[in-house]
């Protein structure tokens, strides 16, 4: 008998409508692609925690916002950290994964990000801006996002919001990196269309500058985006690091592209499935 194949729980919400992208396609290509090799069954977050068991790992894709059901993946995380169950990406991501905490930590520590404060009390340390945006600490997909004037950011300036100076920026870039390597690169040359996504050729400088954050975020296995600015002065600055379900915005690769992201991400998936074991 030939030996059985890993069994595969695939997470996402196929009906989720996000803005300027369909979720589905994308994850009805990559399930596709991974029957090559793996036995494998979607299923919507809220039902994750009820079947993961049956699986030899449990894969989070395109699920959508956590805040759209928050108590369904609070459950899910608890259940599979207490039961040891093969999440991928895993759920020791620093990032997004954990919240926007982490914008703050890394301002603090110096890292090329958007300057982020939590308070208005802390407003002194942002660069000065005309503009500010105000965000959620616990968000996704710029739901609760607000760009406000200068006179007026003290006022939702509470301890649940990230505050930003608005930096006017050419363009925006995302890096895409399965386990520690790199995949490929997008930008939005057009800054009022977000996801009118094209290649992009990263300098060294440009790869050193996204490595830096996959590094700090040490997940080992998993897919993440590094989303960045272009700022006035010609430096890429972090907008955020997507470890929990980056999209990947497929479509806007050619053939030979999209079939070498899905080599990537099956190899990763089988040395995921041979250490954690």
């Known amino acids: 008998m030939p030996p059985a194949r890993p069994r595969v729980l695939y997470v996402t919400d196929l009906a989720y409508p996000a803005r300027g992208r369909r979720y589905c396609d994308e994850d009805i290509f990559l399930t596709s692609r991974l029957r090559d090799d793996f036995d494998l069954a979607l299923c ?53 994964m ?14 090329p990000v958007i300057p982020t404060v939590d308070s208005a009390d ?19 997909d710029s739901i609760g996002l607000r760009i406000v004037p200068a006179d007026g950011v003290r006022e939702p300036a509470g301890g649940d919001v990230l505050i930003q100076p608005c930096v006017d920026f050419a363009y925006e870039v995302s890096f895409y990196f399965v386990d520690d390597d790199f ?5 939005a040359p057009h800054t009022d269309r977000r996801w009118q996504l094209e290649r992009y050729e990263p300098t060294d400088g440009d790869l050193e500058f996204a490595r830096r954050f996959v590094e700090w975020n040490d997940l080992g296995h998993g897919i993440q985006r590094v989303d960045a600015c272009r700022a006035p002065g010609g430096e890429l600055l972090l907008v955020e690091l997507e470890d929990l379900n980056p999209y990947l915005s ?28």
């Open 44 to 96: 919507h977050p809220r039902d994750a925690a009820a079947l993961m068991t049956a699986f030899d790992a449990v894969v989070v894709r395109n699920s959508g916002p956590v805040l759209e059901y928050q108590d369904a993946y609070d459950d899910f995380r608890r259940r599979a950290l207490a039961e040891g169950t093969r999440v991928y990406n895993p759920l020791t991501g620093k990032a997004d």
């Open 250 to 277: 497929l479509d806007a690769l050619d053939e030979t592209g999209r079939d070498a992201f899905v080599a990537a991400m099956k190899a990763s998936l089988h040395r995921f499935l041979a250490t954690e074991a």
């Open 122 to 140: 802390d407003l002194h340390l942002l660069p000065e801006a005309d503009r500010y945006v105000v965000k959620p600490k616990i968000g996704a």
């Open 183 to 187: 995949q490929y690169a997008l930008y």
């Open 98 to 111: 954990a919240g926007k905490q982490y914008l703050l930590d890394l301002t603090a520590a110096g890292h």
